[in-house]
């Protein structure tokens, strides 16, 4: 387990001519099949472990994951519609420049495939090894540690129509099939 590191110089963010230049590898993500690159347990707020495996299940998400405990703004209950949070490993590979900078994002599971409105709109569900999640009509938008990370043009760049029409940032998903995912298993659209 390791604790972020928020002193992040400017040089490695990218200029929004950078981010539109990797545009092209982001969009050619597989639109059917595609695979978990990565999965980020987040056990307190700050916190990152990277895990080659993690049980999704339906009450408490991806075990081990602070969602829960951590609750919404204000004191409320976790939103079950975003029990789950998945990323293009195409678009943090961009910002993030580095694979080690990638849970620097803050999701759970990243995954090679496109997760652009078109593709998995909400209602959509995604199968993961044994487990199958379902996309929900929750936003998941930048934040203000996104731009300390990434760049403040990176967090305008995916908040542009077009970025969130990609889903550049992710999406939110609750789980409808519990199961155990490995890094590397298929990531399939049903």
């Known amino acids: 387990m390791t604790s972020l590191q928020h002193s992040v110089t400017s040089s490695l963010h990218l200029t929004c001519e950078e981010l539109e230049d990797g545009l ?3 969009l050619s993500a597989p639109k059917g099949v595609g695979a ?3 999965i980020v347990r987040r056990p307190a707020i700050d ?3 990277v895990v080659d495996e993690a049980v999704l299940d339906l009450e408490h998400g ?3 994951d602070s969602w829960e405990s951590r609750g919404r703004s204000r004191g409320r209950p ?3 519609a975003a029990q789950i949070t998945l990323t293009s490993a195409r678009a943090i590979a961009l910002v993030a420049r580095s694979r080690e900078r990638w849970a620097l994002a803050g999701d759970q599971l990243y995954v090679d495939l496109d ?3 078109g593709n998995v709109p909400p209602g959509t569900r995604l199968a993961i090894g044994p487990a199958v999640l379902e996309v929900s009509n929750e936003p998941h938008t930048g934040c203000k540690k996104f731009a300390a990370r ?3 043009e990176a967090l305008k760049f995916f908040s542009t129509e077009e970025g969130l029409a990609l889903n550049l940032r992710g999406i939110n998903a609750r789980v409808v099939e519990p199961g155990t995912v ?3 298993d298929a990531v399939r659209k049903l």
Request: proline fraction near 0%.
């Open 62 to 64: 991806l075990v081990g």
């Open 78 to 80: 976790a939103n079950r």
């Open 150 to 152: 990434f760049g403040l």
């Open 47 to 49: 916190e990152r472990e």
């Open 36 to 38: 978990l690159e990565l």
């Open 24 to 26: 092209g590898h982001v």
């Open 182 to 184: 490995r890094t590397g």
């Open 115 to 117: 997760l652009s409105q």
